[in-house]
C-alpha cells in the first residue's frame, strides 16, 4: 500500500506536495519521493525513509515548477531498498513520470511483452515500472508531438485492456501536463480536488482526502473506476471515462484499517464507517454473550480507537486508553521480516496497569492478520494484572493473501488460515475471542454508498475481482511474500529481470 500526490498550480509546488505526503505518511513509510517539472526538465529526490528524513532545505529548494508528483512507499513482494523509490520516469516518449499504488496481477506478463513486442527496457521487477512502460508506450502509439487530452484518454483505455489487477497511478508529462487514472474496479482509491488562486486554479489528486484537507484544496470527487483525468499545461481540466465496464468495488480494507479515519472514500466516511463497525460488533457480542461480564474496553492504537468508542458505548461499558503509543515506532504490520514485527510490538506500546488491575477486559482491534501482534498484547495485559482478557476484531478473520497492492503475509503465515475461532484463541492467548460478520462488514461501508457495486473482499472470503489468481500464481506470491524471503531481501536492491 503506497501513498501517491499530483499537484498542478500557477505557483511552485514541492512544498504542498511534500505537505501532502505527510498526511499520507500512514500508507507507507519505507521511502518516499517528490518529481517536478520545471522547462520541460525533471527534478526529482527520492530515498529510503520518512518523508521528513528524506527531504531537507536543500532539496525543496532545487525541486523547482508549477506541476509535480509525490509518493510514499511500503514494500511488497520482498522488496525495499531506495531503487524502488518513486516517482519512476522514462525518457520516451516526451518524458513521463508516473507514481503507483497498487499491484498489477499480470506483471509478469506485461515485463514479457514490454521487452519482447513493445522494445522497452525494464530496470527493476516493480509493476510500477511496467506501468509506466505501458502507458507510455500506449501514449506512444497516438503518433503526436504534443499529445492532448484525447490522445491522453486513448492511452488510458489501452493501458486498462492490457493490466490486470488494482491501481491508481498519477503521471507526469513533461511540458504537457499531469494525468490520473484509476483501474476499472475502482480498488485502490483516489480523489481529486480543485483550489482557486486569483483568476487562476489548482488542482491536486491524491489517494485520500485529507491530502487536500490540509492545503485547502475543495474535494470534487472521486476519479471513477476506469476514468483518467488530464491537466495540461495551461491549467484546464478534463476527465474521461476509459474503461469498457467500469464497476466500484473498492478494497474494504482501506476502510478496516489503512485509511485515515477522517478520509472520504467513495463517498464514505472512513471514520463513520469504523464506528458502525464497533456497533456491530457490539450487538454480535450481546447476541452471543447478553450476560457478558466485561469491565472495560480498551483499543489497540490507533486504527481501533473509533470501533472500539462505538462498541463500548453500545455495551454500556467503560471505555479506557490502556495501551499508550509510541508515534516514533512505524505500523508493525508493514514492517518488514517477523523479528522487526515482534521487537517493535514492545517498542510501540506500553501498557498503563492501573486500568488492567483485576478487571476483565475486552481488547478491540481493526483486524487479526498473522496473530503476532495481538499474541503479545494480550500477554501484556495478563502481565499488567487483567483477570481476564478477551479479544475483538473488527473484521473478519483474514484467510487469504492480497494481491492487490497490500502485502498481506502467504496463507500460511495469516494465523486465521486452516485454524477454528476456538482455535485462533487458545494460539493467541484470549480467554475470548470474537469476529466480525463479513456481512455486517459489508452494511457498514455500503450504508456510506449505496451505489457501491460490491467491495474487493478477498482476504476474507478468497473471491478475487481481477485478473487469473490460480495456485499457480499464488505459490509465486508466497515465495516472494515469506519472511524468509522477506528477511534476506530487506534493504538489497531487487535483482534485473533475466531476459533470455
Given at each position: ?28 513509510q ?14 526529482q ?27 510514499t ?8 531498498g531506495?531503487a ?12 513521463i513520470?508516473l ?7 499480470n ?23 511496467v ?17 492532448e ?6 492511452a488510458?483505455?489501452?493501458?486498462h ?99 485515515r ?9 472512513v ?5 458502525r463497525?464497533g ?23 490507533d ?20 495501551f ?25 506500546l ?23 501482534t ?22 473478519p ?13 502467504t ?10 475461532i ?43 475481482q ?24 530487506d ?10
Open positions: 500500500m503506497c501513498g501517491v500526490v499530483g499537484i498542478s498550480s500557477n505557483e511552485s509546488v514541492a512544498a504542498d506536495i511534500y505537505d501532502a505526503l505527510t498526511m499520507l505518511q500512514h500508507r507507507g519505507d521511502a518516499a519521493g517528490i518529481m517536478t517539472c520545471h522547462r520541460g526538465q525533471f527534478l529526490r527520492k530515498g529510503e525513509g520518512l518523508v521528513r528524513d528524506v527531504f531537507q532545505a536543500p532539496h525543496m529548494e532545487q525541486l523547482a515548477g508549477n506541476f509535480g508528483l509525490g509518493h512507499r511500503y514494500p511488497t513482494q520482498g522488496s525495499s531506495s524502488l523509490a518513486q516517482p519512476f520516469y522514462v525518457n520516451s516518449p516526451y518524458g513520470a507514481a503507483h499504488n497498487g499491484n498489477l496481477t506483471s509478469s506478463a506485461l515485463s514479457d511483452e514490454l521487452y519482447q513486442t513493445d522494445l522497452r527496457h525494464l530496470n527493476t521487477d516493480s509493476d510500477s515500472e506501468l509506466l512502460n505501458v502507458f507510455a508506450h500506449e501514449l506512444q502509439r497516438q503518433g503526436k508531438l504534443s499529445p487530452a484525447d490522445d491522453v484518454f486513448k488510458v483505455s489501452a493501458l485492456a492490457r493490466c490486470e489487477g488494482g491501481y491508481a497511478a498519477i503521471a507526469m508529462i513533461a511540458n504537457v501536463g499531469l494525468v490520473a487514472f484509476r483501474d476499472p474496479n475502482g480498488i485502490r482509491p483516489l480523489v481529486v480536488g480543485v483550489k482557486s488562486q486569483g483568476e487562476h486554479k489548482s488542482y491536486m489528486v491524491a489517494s485520500e482526502s485529507v491530502a487536500l484537507d490540509v492545503l485547502g484544496y475543495r474535494l470534487i470527487g472521486d476519479v471513477d473506476p476506469g476514468e483518467a483525468l488530464f491537466i495540461d499545461a495551461a491549467g484546464e481540466f478534463s476527465r474521461q471515462q476509459c474503461a469498457s465496464n467500469p464497476k466500484l468495488k473498492p478494497c474494504i480494507f482501506e476502510h478496516v484499517y489503512f485509511a479515519p477522517d478520509s472520504l472514500m467513495d463517498g464514505i466516511s471514520y463513520k464507517t469504523r464506528m463497525q456497533e456491530r460488533l457490539a450487538h454480535k457480542i450481546m447476541r452471543e454473550r447478553p450476560n457478558h461480564d466485561i469491565d472495560v474496553v480498551i483499543p489497540i492504537p486504527t481501533s480507537r473509533v470501533a472500539g468508542q462505538a462498541l463500548a458505548h453500545e455495551l454500556g461499558v467503560k471505555f479506557r486508553e490502556g499508550m503509543k509510541n508515534r516514533y515506532i512505524g505500523r508493525t504490520f508493514i514492517m518488514p521480516g517477523q523479528t522487526q514485527r515482534k521487537k517493535s510490538v514492545r517498542q510501540k506500553n501498557p498503563v496497569p492501573l486500568e488492567f488491575e483485576g478487571k476483565t477486559v475486552l481488547l478491540v482491534d481493526d483486524s487479526i492478520v498473522r496473530g503476532t495481538c499474541q503479545q498484547i494480550i500477554q501484556m495485559a495478563r502481565d499488567s494484572g487483567a483477570k481476564q482478557v478477551y479479544f475483538a476484531s473488527a473484521a478473520p483474514v484467510r487469504f493473501p492480497n494481491v492487490y497492492g497490500i502485502d498481506m503475509p496463507a500460511s503465515e495469516l494465523v486465521a488460515h486452516g485454524r477454528t476456538d482455535e485462533i484463541s487458545e494460539h493467541i492467548g484470549a480467554d475470548w475471542l470474537i469476529y466480525q460478520e463479513i456481512d455486517d462488514l459489508i452494511e457498514c461501508s455500503r450504508e456510506g454508498n449505496s451505489l457501491v457495486d460490491g467491495f474487493e473482499l478477498s482476504v476474507f472470503d478468497g473471491q478475487y481481477t485478473g487469473i489468481i490460480d495456485d499457480a500464481y499464488l505459490i509465486g506470491l508466497s515465495d516472494a511474500r515469506s519472511d524468509d524471503s522477506v528477511d534476506r531481501a534493504g538489497a536492491l531487487v535483482g534485473l529481470h533475466n531476459r533470455s
